[in-house]
């Protein structure tokens, strides 16, 4: 008999190396690293038949249209680029609590309400605390398959028997195929798994969603290890305290990544948010602080409005503290510099705090000048107008440059009711005749002195 193999396998990122080491080389991680049974013997060896697939010319070849799927939900459908497409596997992954298992079965509702059929494997929880959660969420369909099952070879028999459109996987961490010796939860089980949904996906051509965890815990591989082995890597986000819910596209084979959807989590399940611009004001106070801006953020194919908040205070450090939520931290200290340059703000004795409000990321440079006046307000105690939205790009000069999508901010701005957008002198198209005021700036400095117009 052969001897077994075994290997050191990094549970956070799949490093892999054939000696114990206390640090994974790859993520830096210390005490990750568990050994695994090499699964390269028997199986995997024999298969190495050539394959049949002809060979063809690039105009040969015909185009089929990639069936969608709806979920149901707008949001939903948006971020994976127009609902689930037919044959692919997707990963949904988020922390526990944050309510994949409820997104996943509100959905898997709507999907039956549709007339498809669906498998819902839930290998965490027993199938009647999955009967209760449908209950509270008023999820009944008679198209409904629920499976609570670990081993995915039982699985597959099911699916071959059922034939369902989609088949769901709540978790991935908790399956196991015995192909393989290592404990469920491990990467190798991980991968292993999903290679074989993988494998359900294309040749018969069923949907696969796959939910996983996203875990610090070094015993637990979490769904990086999985992210390029998957058509399309889903985020769902948000603060366990709060009832807001993100939903984010990291990765996506049939769609863009830019697309954001906004969930609500309420007593029976997940509604969408429509209008998130709303929500997001919806948390503003009602006295305007110094330091409080509305920006106009383009999100995929939407126009998002919300609040970017900065604190500027003394500091006690040799070295002042700038600390950034939702901006990305190069962008702010570039537009600290351009501050301190060009206005002559001497920032370099204060503590500069930015934080973007509802959880959302803001990685584009129209958000500049948005971040840029509510560190000038800040600093000089004063307050942009209430009414006024601000959007533009900063050039390390000084100058505001012209941004993408100009129209859709200013509907969006005009929609919730604000009176004043102040945009790039440089973007020479916009819409005009509007209820909403449009000011032009071509430097940051006239910029300041536009969204102010009354003295504190
Ligand atoms: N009986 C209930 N009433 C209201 N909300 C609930 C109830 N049970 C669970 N929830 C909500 O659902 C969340 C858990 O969602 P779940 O889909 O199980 O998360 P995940 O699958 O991501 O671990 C909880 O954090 C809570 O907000
Ligand atoms: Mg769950
Ligand atoms: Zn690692």
Redesign the pocket.
Known sequence: MAKVKTKWICQNCGYETPKYIGKCPDCGEWGTLTEEFDIKDQKQTKNTTVDSTPICLINEIEISESIRILTGFEELDRVLGGGLVQGSLILLA????????????QTAGNICSNGKKLIYVCA?ESGSQVKL?AK?LNVNSDNLYVYAQTNLESVINQVDVIKPDVLVI??IQSVYTSNITSSSGSVSQIRECTNILMDIAKNKNITVII?G?VTKDGNIAGPKVLEHMVDTVIY?EGD?YK?QRLLRSIKNRFGSTNEIGVFN?????LEEVLNPSELFMKERTEEITPGSVIIAANEGTRALLVEVQALVGTTFYPAPRRVSTGVEYNRLLQIIAVLEKRIGLNLSKYDVYVNVIGGIEIDEPAADLGIALAIATCYRDVCVDADCVIIGEISLSGEIRNVSNIEKRIYEAQKLGFKKAIIPKQNKKFPENLDIKIIQVPRLMDAISACISRKK
């Open positions: 988020g922390d526990p609590g944050i309510g994949k298992s409820t997104l996943v079965l965490e959660r509270r709540d978790s939910i965890h769902f366990k009832t989590m309420a007593e029976n399940g």
